[in-house]
């Protein structure tokens, strides 16, 4: 049963089907029920909207719960790249904070 919150981020992308963050927030929010429905919506943010920032950290992050740490690690990078195209440092921080202890944790 999908949650008010659910419902209504459906309402919003009726309403604005090119929305970006509504989307993420969806994706967000789908996690909380299904995390295979919510790494499938992240994936298609990614796939759809490139330049959304935030979707790399959270999919890499759920790449890592999820065993997948060369993707997660690639994903993480592909953020890197956009955040410094972006001039984002803290997103450029974050994601390179998450690199390295990927990688100090399990060198690929």
Same mark, same amino acid.
């Given at each position: ?13 009726? %309403?604005?089907? $090119? $929305?970006?963050?509504?989307? &993420? ?30 979707? &790399? &950290? ?6 890592? /719960? ?11 990078? +592909? ?8 001039? +984002? ?8 904070? /998450?690199?390295?202890?990927? %990688? %100090? +944790?399990?060198?690929?």
């Amino acid at each position: 049963m999908k949650s008010p919150r659910h419902l209504q981020l459906e309402a919003f992308l009726a %309403e604005d089907p $090119d $929305d970006p963050f509504t989307h &993420y927030a969806l994706a967000l929010e789908m996690l909380k029920d299904d995390v295979q429905e919510g790494l499938s919506k992240m994936e298609w943010l990614l796939e759809h909207h490139p330049g959304y920032l935030a979707t &790399y &950290y959270q999919l890499g992050k759920l790449y890592e /719960a999820a065993g997948r740490t060369n993707e997660a690690i690639e994903t993480y990078r +592909n953020g890197m790249l956009l955040a410094t195209l972006q001039q +984002n440092k803290h997103a450029f921080g974050e994601l390179k904070g /998450a690199v390295d202890e990927l %990688e %100090e +944790n399990d060198p690929v």
